[in-house]
Nanobody, 120 residues
Framework: QVQLVESGGGLVQAGGSLRLSCAASGSTFNMNLMSFATMGWYRQAPGKQRELVATISSGGSANYADSVKGRFTISRDIAKNAVYLQMNSLKPEDTAVYYC?????????WGQGTQVTVSS
């Protein structure tokens, strides 16, 4: 089993910044495997489907949704089994619950989510 806990969400005005964190815990075996896994951030706004925000490979290669390119930065700390999302120039349309995801051994592990609300 793997447990993911997100933090760092909150209420911010448009143009502001937030930094989300996702910390993983679990068996030593799974934590060692996680260092080779791609980790990702997704978000789900009210009434909408969950969508990909960004992913980062074990080698540090990052990919972003077009809607966040140039504003969000994903990073990871393999030693801490953590992934981060720095969000700058936030817009009201970024309002959503943000989830981190780790696919591991054929199973997708999700965190409980953290709410990000951007006021105009």
């Amino acid at each position: 089993q793997v447990q993911l806990v997100e933090s760092g969400g909150g209420l911010v005005q448009a143009g502001g910044s937030l930094r989300l964190s996702c910390a993983a815990s679990g068996s030593t075996f799974n934590m060692n495997l996680m260092s080779f896994a791609t980790m990702g951030w997704y978000r789900q706004a009210p009434g909408k489907q969950r969508e990909l925000v960004a992913t980062i490979s074990s080698g540090g290669s990052a990919n972003y949704a077009d809607s966040v390119k140039g504003r969000f930065t994903i990073s990871r700390d393999i030693a801490k089994n953590a992934v981060y999302l720095q969000m700058n120039s936030l817009k009201p349309e970024d309002t959503a619950v943000y989830y981190c995801l780790v696919p591991l051994r054929g199973q997708n592990y999700w965190g409980q989510g953290t709410q990000v609300t951007v006021s105009s």
